[in-house]
């Protein structure tokens, strides 16, 4: 008895010729800094900025070890006095204006606290927007609060102070020039304020960022490096503030 069995034939999927067949799923290497969707992956773009603003903030503080070293050293080193022929020490005690420096503080401190409130107000924004690319998903909007043009009102506040803390001093009778303990009260303070006026300009620039029409992914970018920026500004201070103090 004879069987008859049917033969089917399979043929392969076709890949990538022409246009035609089936294609297989792209996979991301992470290399491109994009996604499946040809959007730009701004997870990778952020920890890239951050990882840029540590390196920057590294320099800072080497830049702030090396003033510090030399300010205790100078405090304990002795001068040859040319009257007697022997070594002195000429360190002067230097009347800080310290009640202004508090009320300097105290706005620093808002400030950085502002600021806080700035980059956790656009980060909640970038966490709903998959959810209103959804269908028929409403959530309505969001009062946002101009955060980042209060901070850099208030850091505008502190360079002031930090100057009318400088007219104190010299009504004191403590110039720049009066003595090597007055030279680097002016040195530290001044150094910290011109890296201050940058996270103004940066915060400023921010500010106007978040009034374009960027993706909200990119505007938290700028946010969020700015922020922390500023406050390792704020930190930064108390550490500068506590060193002319107790270290006179």
Same mark, same amino acid.
């Given at each position: ?67 510090? !070293? ?28 310290? @009640? ?10 808002? !400030? ?8 956790? $107000? ?18 309505? $909007? ?19 102070? $930090? ?11 403590? @110039? ?6 007055? !030279? ?21 620039? @921010?500010?106007?960022? !978040? ?38």
């Amino acid at each position: 008895m004879a069987t008859f069995s049917s033969t089917i034939t399979l043929k392969d999927p076709k890949l990538a010729h022409g246009g035609s067949g089936i294609r297989p799923p792209a996979v991301d290497g992470g290399g491109g800094g994009g996604d499946d969707n040809g959007y730009s992956d701004y997870g990778a773009r952020l920890r890239r900025a951050r990882l840029g603003t540590i390196i920057a903030l590294v320099a800072v503080v080497m830049v702030f070890v090396a003033l510090t !070293s030399a300010y205790v050293v100078r405090r304990g080193l002795p001068v040859m006095d040319e009257r007697s022929g022997s070594y002195v020490r000429d360190w002067m005690e230097v009347n800080l204006p310290t @009640a202004l420096l508090l009320v300097n503080t105290l706005v620093l401190l808002v !400030s950085s606290v502002t600021a806080e409130f700035a980059r956790r $107000q656009i980060t909640r924004r970038v966490a709903l927007v998959p959810v209103e690319s959804i269908p028929g998903v409403s959530i309505g $909007q969001e009062r946002n609060f101009p955060w980042l043009p209060l901070t850099a009102l208030l850091g505008l506040g502190f360079l002031f102070g $930090q100057w009318a803390a400088w007219r104190e001093l010299q009504d004191r009778g403590f @110039a720049l020039a009066t003595s090597a303990s007055s !030279s680097f009260v002016y040195l530290l303070t001044a150094t910290h304020g011109v890296h201050l006026a940058g996270g103004v300009l940066a915060m400023l620039y @921010a500010a106007i960022t !978040s009034l374009t029409r960027k993706p909200v992914e990119a505007r938290r970018i700028v946010v969020d490096v700015t922020v922390w920026y500023w406050h390792f500004m704020a930190l930064l201070w108390l550490y500068i503030f506590a060193l002319l103090e107790f270290a006179r």
